[in-house]
Structures are given as structure tokens and as C-alpha cells.
């Protein structure tokens, strides 16, 4: 099936770092959401953006909704260990009726000591 | 927010053999949606399931293969017939309150 276009695949950061990743398409969406999954876990929602150019925090997360509908990108600021995981960003289709998720490829971020 | 629940959380198969894997929410919902990732990949909709209505499958996923049951709002199966090696995946649900969803903690599967 169809897949997001996510950036970086991995990051490899010293704690304390920000880190920035995103998410991109040729397909506009009316909802993105940003999911992070631990080893032997389902994805866990982080952020949810319901509007064009909605710019939303959680913490030290901060996501935005790009201005195109096609884009998302989400900021963690001063990582910490328990930041690391696989962080997936998924787009809600735009069709009335459209509940499907299509989802990124993800980015694993992991936290050099 | 929604709580789900998945039964078993793993398993260990043998080919040939079929699995049941029950998703579980604590409220009623309209839409569950049944997922796999295979290892290291991102998740895949195998298909939707609708309360009183056969499920609608993506591409690449039969009913043969995957039946699923939706007896009610709160409850659905699905069934890995038949596996193979290739089936080893994570299977997770999920549920779709209010525009987002929310995923169960997922079925780890090994099939010998």
C-alpha cells in the first residue's frame, strides 16, 4: 500500500540534542498524526494536527500540520533516553468516508551515551 | 482516548496451523482496523472492520487468509490461517474515536 515519505530513516544523537524529522507526500490529508512505537509495543499517538498550518505541542514535542496538507514535521527538544524508539508519522485520508491511516516509513532514533 | 486490549500478546506457531488474535476495546466504536508489521517495517491496514458488515480488505489480503469477526462495538477477531514463516509478524488492531486512532499493544507471531 501506499506509504509516507518520512526523513530521516535514523538518527543517531548525543541526549540533550534536538531532533527534527518529517514527513511528506503527493497526497493531501485532513489529520496527521505522530506515533512512537518501543520495542514490542504498538505505536503510542504523540500529537494529533487537524489543521492546515496548526502548529501543536506536547511537552517537548512540538509537531506541525504543513500549510500544503502534503507535510508534517516533528521537533523533540533536549532528548532524553527515553526518547529513543521508532517514530512513525501517519496521514488521515482526505476523502469523506477516508478513516484509513497511511503511514510513513518511520524514523529510529537512538541516543549515543 | 480509547483502551484495547490483545489476546495472546505472542505466540510461537507452527506452519499449517491457524491463530486467533482477539482485540478488545473498553468502549463502543465504530470502526477497528486490523494491522501487521513485519519486522522492521511500518504497518500495513490488512483491513477494516465494520459491526454487522463483512470487513473490507486491502490489497494483498484475501478473506481466505485473514477471516475476521466483528460480533459487536466493543470486540473483533482475526485469524492467520494457514501460516507460513512469512506470516511472522506483529498484528496489531486498532480504533478510530474522533479522527485518530489508537493501536493495541499488538500480537507478536512466530511461525516455525
Known amino acids: 500500500g501506499q506509504q509516507l515519505n518520512q526523513s530521516p530513516q535514523s538518527m543517531f544523537i548525543q541526549e540533550g540534542e534536538d531532533v527534527s524529522m518529517n514527513c511528506t507526500s503527493s497526497?493531501?490529508?485532513?489529520?496527521w498524526l505522530w506515533y512512537k512505537q518501543d520495542p514490542g509495543e504498538g505505536p503510542v499517538l504523540l500529537i494529533a494536527?487537524?489543521?492546515?498550518?496548526e502548529l501543536t505541542s506536547n511537552g517537548r514535542l512540538t509537531a506541525q500540520f504543513g500549510i500544503t496538507r502534503k507535510d508534517s514535521f516533528l521537533n523533540i527538544s533536549a532528548s532524553i533516553p527515553s526518547d529513543v524508539g521508532i517514530y512513525f508519522c501517519?496521514?488521515?485520508?482526505?476523502?469523506?468516508?477516508?478513516?484509513?491511516?497511511?503511514f510513513g516509513t518511520g524514523t529510529r532514533l537512538t541516543i549515543i551515551p | 482516548s480509547a483502551v484495547i486490549s490483545q489476546k495472546p500478546s505472542r505466540d510461537i506457531c507452527q506452519r499449517g496451523t491457524s491463530l486467533t488474535i482477539q482485540c478488545q476495546v473498553d468502549?463502543?466504536?465504530?470502526?477497528m482496523f486490523w494491522y501487521r508489521q513485519q519486522p522492521g517495517q511500518s504497518l500495513t491496514l490488512i483491513a477494516t472492520?465494520?459491526?454487522?458488515?463483512?470487513?473490507?480488505?486491502e490489497s494483498g489480503f484475501v478473506i481466505d487468509k485473514f477471516p475476521i469477526s466483528r460480533p459487536n462495538l466493543t470486540f473483533s477477531t482475526l485469524t492467520v490461517s494457514n501460516m507460513s514463516p512469512e506470516d511472522s509478524s506483529i498484528y496489531l488492531c486498532?480504533?478510530?474515536?474522533?479522527?485518530?486512532?489508537?493501536f493495541g499493544p499488538g500480537t507478536r507471531l512466530l511461525v516455525l
Open positions: 494536527l487537524y489543521k492546515a498550518g
Open positions: 501517519a496521514g488521515l485520508g482526505a476523502n469523506f468516508g477516508n478513516e484509513k491511516l497511511t
Open positions: 468502549s463502543q466504536v465504530t470502526m
Open positions: 472492520a465494520n459491526q454487522g458488515s463483512e470487513a473490507t480488505y
Open positions: 497526497s493531501i490529508f485532513n489529520t
Open positions: 486498532s480504533v478510530d474515536p474522533l479522527e485518530t486512532q489508537y
